[in-house]
């Protein structure tokens, strides 16, 4: 009943830069954290940064000063704006939501089906 489309992944060089879009949709009484993840081939999922419904935000420590996500609570979406992207930010990043229904009084992880994005050196 809930789900979580992302959008923006892509092959780019070392420099440049992409915009991940993460909109969440169906039966939705609130949201809380949302956030994107990352896995790398042979690699842990790991959290590149996540916001509450209030704004507050974290970046893990190799994507600050580069990385920046906001939310847009009206669109029930979530972006990454990612410059100067490196080759080791290579992976595949997937959308989490922390979400309450309509139909029940506790709120549970959603998680998109991941956007590939891919930085060439």
């Known amino acids: 009943q809930v789900q979580l489309v992302e959008s923006g992944g892509g092959l780019v060089q070392a420099g440049g830069s992409l915009r991940l879009s993460c909109a969440a949709s169906?039966?939705?009484?609130?949201?809380?954290?949302m956030g994107w993840y990352r896995q790398a081939p042979g690699k842990q999922r790991e959290l590149v940064a996540r916001i509450t419904s209030g704004g507050s935000t974290n970046y893990a420590d190799s994507v600050k000063g580069r990385f920046t996500i906001s939310r847009d609570n009206a669109k029930n979406t979530v972006y990454l704006q990612m410059n100067s992207l490196k080759p080791e930010d290579t992976a595949v990043y997937y959308c989490n939501a922390d979400i309450q229904q309509y139909s029940t009084v506790w709120s549970q992880d959603y998680w998109g089906q991941g956007t590939q994005v891919t930085v060439s050196s």
């Open positions: 169906g039966s939705i009484f609130s949201i809380n954290v």
